[in-house]
């Protein structure tokens, strides 16, 4: 018998998508107990009128605060004892053997804290979207992949990334709670977007290892692309320059700052130039930035406090992010 996996899915006004998601869930081919839970933020009676055919009830949560994506998913953590935990969007399908392949990965690589598998777009399946998070030199985190031709590309055994896309992303509980803050698995301050590049920095700074692993192949429908930056609501583009700060403030030491920062530097001013000179919305999340600081500082004293890894040794994760490297997305208008 396989271990337990506990599956997530966090949902913000979902659509009809969900159910193919669900459906996903209900047919993987895994031998091990495999639990699935819907927590649904700032629940309405649309989405609850979508949810409660496809799920039992003491597989979903109906909250009416919108807890983000962090805190939703940190509260289906914590309820589960699983040994595994699925992080799944609603807006991905699963191949029935995911959680199968992906499980066995872990299970035969006991220091590896995360995987991920193949993820293709879903709306054109020849094309990537994300085979795990690429750090870059000035300080972005990207899609490894996205993209590219799905054909011929990343189709090797299972190789280390920096870590998964929360998208569909497998952890280790042990993991988990190795790296928590307080309880809290994914930083609740970031709310959503880059919370899943946040959770993987950490865990490398302990220590954890992650895998892509190709054989476990998922389809996810991109929203967040450089390309469609100027037709994004402006809330997810306040998190987006935001948590580019947040993320640097809380996780990347003084060797890594110095090594990086003519690329980091002049990234951070091109953010700032956009958002004073043409995405306005996005100023207050400079100014959150600023709010926010002293607590990043205190999670910062404990990150980095607790590290069993060198910055010489994490660097190599930037250096491999280099412009014009394949597999590193090209962005052309995200200030992130």
């Known amino acids: 018998m396989r271990p337990p996996v506990s599956v997530g899915v966090?949902?913000?006004?979902?659509?009809?998508?969900?159910?193919?998601?669900?459906?996903?869930?209900?047919?993987?081919a895994y031998d091990g107990a495999l639990t699935l839970h819907v927590w649904d933020n700032a629940s309405t009676p649309a989405s609850r009128a979508l949810?409660?055919?496809?799920?039992?009830?003491?597989?979903?949560?109906?909250?009416?605060a919108n807890l983000g994506f962090s805190g939703g998913h940190n509260a289906l953590i914590r309820r589960s004892t699983a040994a595994y935990y699925l992080c799944l969007n609603p807006d991905a399908v699963l191949s029935p053997g995911y959680v199968a392949e992906l499980v066995a990965t872990l299970e035969s690589n006991p220091t590896v804290g995360s995987a991920t598998g193949r993820l293709l777009r879903l709306d054109d399946d020849a094309v990537l979207d994300s085979t795990g998070i690429v750090m870059t030199p000035d300080q972005r985190h990207l899609d490894r992949g996205a993209?590219?031709?799905?054909?011929?590309?990343?189709?090797?055994?299972?190789?280390?990334?920096?870590?998964?896309?929360?998208?569909?992303a497998m952890y280790r509980r042990e993991m988990l709670e190795d790296v928590a803050w307080r309880g809290?698995?994914?930083?609740?301050?970031?709310?959503?977007?880059?919370?899943?590049?946040?959770?993987?920095?950490?865990?490398?700074?302990?220590?954890?290892?992650s895998l892509y692993v190709p054989a476990a192949v998922a389809w996810h429908r991109r929203r967040v692309t450089p390309g469609r930056r100027s037709m994004l609501p402006a809330a997810i583009n306040?998190?987006?320059v935001r948590n580019r700060f947040l993320l640097r403030l809380k996780n990347q030491s003084a060797g890594l700052a110095w090594r990086f920062a003519l690329p980091g530097l002049w990234r951070d001013a091109q953010v700032v130039g956009y958002v004073l000179l043409r995405e306005w919305t996005s100023l207050p999340g400079l100014l959150d930035v600023v709010r926010l600081l002293p607590t990043m500082?205190?999670?910062r004293r404990h990150v980095l406090g607790r590290r069993r890894v060198r910055s010489a040794e994490?660097?190599?994760?930037?250096?491999?992010?280099?412009?014009?490297?394949?597999?590193?997305?090209?962005?052309?208008?995200?200030?992130?």
């Open 297 to 299: 500082l205190v999670r």
């Open 147 to 168: 993209d590219e031709p799905a054909a011929g590309h990343y189709l090797g055994g299972p190789e280390p990334i920096f870590g998964p896309s929360g998208a569909v």
């Open 314 to 336: 994490l660097a190599r994760w930037f250096e491999k992010g280099r412009p014009g490297q394949s597999g590193v997305t090209k962005v052309t208008d995200t200030p992130g």
């Open 51 to 64: 949810i409660e055919p496809l799920t039992s009830p003491d597989e979903h949560t109906f909250s009416e």
């Open 184 to 209: 809290e698995y994914f930083d609740e301050a970031f709310f959503a977007y880059r919370e899943d590049a946040d959770l993987a920095w950490r865990a490398q700074w302990r220590g954890w290892g």
């Open 238 to 240: 306040r998190y987006s």
């Open 10 to 28: 966090v949902t913000y006004h979902p659509d009809a998508l969900l159910a193919r998601c669900v459906a996903s869930v209900r047919a993987q």
